[in-house]
């Protein structure tokens, strides 16, 4: 069975590299270019790993994690930013991140 994992992030550049790399093989993935849109999806879908940016329009990446952990509390959030802080990534941690990366990654870090 292959992980679902929505992507949300308002950089049309990155959803599609999250497509290119994840896509096929194990992954199902699918893609929201806002929080608010992320959120429809997530109360609509069953996904198994939620990948968001923290700074977009309209929900922003911090209520997209708090939502999934309420309606799925198994599910794995990871936050990306490219305004990253100590602050916030104890914040997303202690909200239930399982990761917090800073923008722009290198893929051997992560």
Partial sequence: MRARVL???DKEN?????ERVLEGGDF???TAGDGTRALGMLAAGDFDVVVTDIRMPGADGMTVLREAKRLFPD???VLMTAYGSAASAVE????????YLSKPFDPDEA
Avoid at 14 to 18: E, G, H, V
């Fill in 7 to 9: 992507v949300v992030d």
């Fill in 14 to 18: 990155i959803l599609k590299l999250f």
């Fill in 28 to 30: 199902d993935v699918k």
């Fill in 75 to 77: 599910i794995e959030v």
């Fill in 92 to 99: 997303a941690m202690k909200a239930g991140a399982y990761d």
